[in-house]
């Protein structure tokens, strides 16, 4: 379940008054939980993946995948399974802890694990969402924003593109606020 936290110290918990907050970015989120077929869960269980698993477990979202690509056009998905152990996992940490937008919307289905995506709102202040299994989030094309992980340092996410191109991070230098920084 997703909870936003606020600047001034308010959690949030509600997807209804998440959304208030974030639907005006173009940001949403909703819950869509992951099966619970024991196959999957041995696999998503697992540290690291191999390529053949990280399929198998993408064959199991294929009717969420088909959905997307009929009402929003979206073209190839892939699976992002980052553990502790992850060689460059701090470096790619580094990378999205940095505001930034994207020329492509940003989707992502989480299915285990947990991270953190931080928004610039439209007054300028900024929040942070925790998403954690069975969390859907669409972050819009030119949404300021930044990811990094939670001290678990695990998340496994079903990523959605129309383009790989337009997914590159455009950073905007903008600071973090020291709620989050």
Known sequence: MAILFCTDKRQITTLPEIAKILTPIGVKLDAWPVPETQPLKDLLGKPRLTPSEQEEVLSSFLPRFDDLKKTLGYQTQDLIVLDPDLPGLSALEEKFRSCHTHDDDEIRYIVEGEGIFGFVLADGDQVELLVE?????????????????????RIKAVRYFTSREGWVPLYTGRPLSSAFA
Do not use: C, K, M, Q
């Open 133 to 153: 299994s069975g969390d859907y989030i669409n972050v819009p094309r030119g949404a300021e924003h930044w990811f990094r992980l939670t001290p678990s340092r």
